[in-house]
């Protein structure tokens, strides 16, 4: 399978769209503001002005927007996926997403004689760039096996997870990991700070020990550089720990650090404005209380 369409060129989108063209696939594109994408039309990606051409001729359909009422908008809305493309054609939602709505498109798809996939990615900027994101795949495994070749040509650690809806729920459980390991590396860096550590020094002690994690190694250096900017947005996490939250909360289960770093988030959106940073401004949170 060779004709690809991809939806949501947003900061990962463009890079993934990039790597599948590398390895051959041909890309028609769609995204809202057209003026975003001109640089990968320019680098071969064919746009299309609805999301109706872009899935009419694909035989993989590729989502990664932004929200749960997005991925409903693009697959059921009027003019929508589901509505417009072939049957026999496999859909690919990489959004972080409900899981939930990731079976109620399972179940249309099926319906239709389509093959959908939740396939939520981990690794943000970085990982999309270069091509090493984690894919966590929910849906049949035959589906699976026929998409993997695609999942390779992003990723560089590709797991079958499950039924549908079982890659949202993997993907849950890593946003909670994330959750008390960017809140860790902030408090860190907070004692570290009160006490007049050098704190380059601190985190070369602390970062290749017990203590070291994928956070310490990529968001603490952006931290001491005051660099805020998004490889993941600070809203679209706010987004994902909602959903886990949400999931917990119908299990009866009470995860409270999730809880916690979920209202430390939301305060710095909500009230400071700061949701279009990304998930290392978090250190702001304890910024405020330091200097409460």
Known sequence: MKRI?????GVMGKS???NLMKKGFSVSIYTRTKSKALDVIEEGAVWCDSIAQCVRDAEVVITIVGYPK???????????????????TYL?????????????????AADMGMHALDAPVTGGDIGARDAKL???????QEAYDICYPIFKALGSTIVYAGPAGFGQHTKMANQIAIAGAISGVSEALTYGRRFGLNLQSMLDSISTGSAGSWQMSNMAPRILQD?????FYMKHFIKDMTIAMEEAEDADLSLVILRDVLNMYKDLADKKGLGDLGTQALIKYYDDESNA
């Open 70 to 88: 997005d991925v409903e908008e693009v697959y059921f809305g009027k003019d929508g996926i589901l509505e417009n493309a072939a049957s026999g």
């Open 134 to 140: 984690s894919i966590m795949v929910g849906g049949d």
């Open 92 to 108: 690919i939602d990489m959004t972080t997403t409900s899981p939930k709505l990731s079976k109620r498109i399972y179940d249309s």
């Open 16 to 18: 993934m769209v990039r």
């Open 227 to 231: 660099d805020y900017a998004a490889g």
């Open 5 to 9: 369409g991809f939806i949501g060129i």
